[in-house]
């Protein structure tokens, strides 16, 4: 039990960060630095939304996908050439009616955008898991509370989203260059989640609508679903810790955090 792993969820951003040497940037450097080399990292990703099952990807090689248009080249040829774990993948799947294994993914700019920094040397397997979309997020809350086996097997499990993610209402701030800036309900919202989550009070979470903010700074739950699969995996005696915090763009919360 002392060599449980801990969990992390990280506000991704742009997938320009990859790039990027800035203050967020060396916050992931710093935490991945932190701890011990894990066997195996499962990334619960934004940007892998699947409906009516949750797959969880078994390649021994995945490839590096560049889900996004319009960036640079250099963003579009960047690789994490990372080892798969496709054993971990296959007792995971194997271990539940709800996951089911697949090799028809990746890793998605969700997870190699912050992965890059987190573990530079990209020598650690990593695999992803889906998001059944089609499901309420009390489902997603049980869901992870049946992957707390592989912390003690030695995998991470990193959450990766954005518990405050408008982007329409960020992009004409984007336009213009206005990167330090936020909304009012952007803050209210981001200051009323960092409490809930140092209370650990996930029915809250799960009920963020009714939250000061909640609908303007959640319009779609795909990015905020995987910090619930973080918070969930909190045992009794452990803490959120903030390791970074940051409201972007008008509508973007670049808010992370530990779980030990």
């Not at 790039?19 to 060396?26: E, R």
């Amino acid at each position: 039990m002392s060599n449980i792993q801990p969990v992390w969820f990280i506000g991704h951003g742009s997938p320009m960060n990859a790039l990027a040497d800035n203050p967020f940037t060396a916050s992931l450097n710093t935490l991945g630095a932190s701890i011990a080399p894990p066997k195996a990292i499962l990334v619960v990703s934004a940007h892998w939304l699947t409906r009516g099952i949750t797959q969880v990807h078994s390649s021994p090689m995945p490839e590096t996908i560049h889900d996004f248009g319009g960036f640079p080249r250099a963003l579009h040829e960047f690789q994490y050439p990372a080892p798969g774990s496709p054993e971990t993948a296959k007792m995971l799947a194997s271990g539940s009616q709800k996951i089911q294994e697949t090799t028809e993914w990746g890793l998605d700019h969700g997870a190699w955008s912050v992965l890059c920094h987190l573990f530079p040397n990209h020598n650690i397997p990593c695999f992803e898991m889906s998001i059944d979309y089609s499901q309420p997020l009390a489902y997603h809350v049980t869901l992870a509370q049946e992957l707390q086996f592989l912390r003690e097997r030695g995998v991470l499990i990193v959450g990766s989203g954005n518990i405050v993610h408008n982007l329409q209402a960020s992009i004409p701030n984007l336009s213009m260059g206005q990167e330090h800036f936020a909304y009012d309900w952007a803050q209210e919202f981001d200051a009323w989640t960092m409490q809930k989550l140092l209370d650990k009070d996930i029915s809250s979470l799960v009920d963020y609508a009714r939250a000061p903010g909640g609908l303007k700074s959640v319009p779609t739950p795909d990015h905020y679903i995987p910090m619930l699969y973080a918070l969930a995996l909190a045992r009794k005696d452990e803490t959120v810790r903030f390791t970074y915090g940051e409201l972007v763009y008008g509508g973007i919360s670049m808010r992370c955090f530990e779980i030990a």
